[in-house]
Each structure stands twice: as C-alpha cells, then as structure tokens.
C-alpha cells in the first residue's frame, strides 16, 4: 500500500521539531519524528492500523495515537493519506476547514 504524506502533514512534522528545538531540546523533537515516521510506515502493510477518528465517525478517516500525538490519515482504496499530525489536546482540524475560518 502506497503512503502518502501531505504538506499539511509535513508541516506538523516540522513544527514538531521546531517546537522542541525552541524550548531547548531539539533531540526531543528529533526523536518524536523518527517515532512517527516509524509509526506510520507501518500503514504500508497494515493500512487498518488505526482507529476510526471519534469526531468524525467516517471510516475511512482514521488515526493512530503516538502518545501525546494523533496521526489521522485518509484510508484510500490503493493508499494511504496522511492528512495531519496532532497533539492529542488540540481540535481537529483539516486544511480546508482552516481555510473557512480565515475568511
């Protein structure tokens, strides 16, 4: 199964270490993308890994938890969408629907 990661995704990876390298300890940050990264790779061969989203109740949108984090992902017939990475605190948000709320 194909993985896909997109910009909105990436970004999050990146604020991700941008955040702990500010607060003084980029290797945390490091470390928790490697995990992630990990994490997700397993998708490849699993793609049902993860739990349906509980806000959304779509099965096709589904999340992983990597402790304090929320991977939610699009499962696609032939791949895999990763769509945004999350603290789990924090509201889910799509790219789209922050597009809505900036106009």
Known sequence: ??????????DDL???KEYYSG?????????????IVAHIRHLQ???DLGRIVPELSTP???ELIHPPFRIVYLREESSVRIIRVWRSEHLLVF?????????
């Open 1 to 10: 199964m194909k993985v896909v990661v997109t910009q909105s995704a990436f």
């Open 14 to 16: 990146e604020s991700i």
């Open 23 to 35: 607060e003084g300890v980029p290797q945390v940050g490091q470390k928790f993308q490697r995990e």
């Open 45 to 47: 061969s699993h793609p």
């Open 60 to 62: 096709s949108i589904r």
């Open 95 to 103: 790219p789209n629907e922050e597009n809505e709320h900036n106009k």
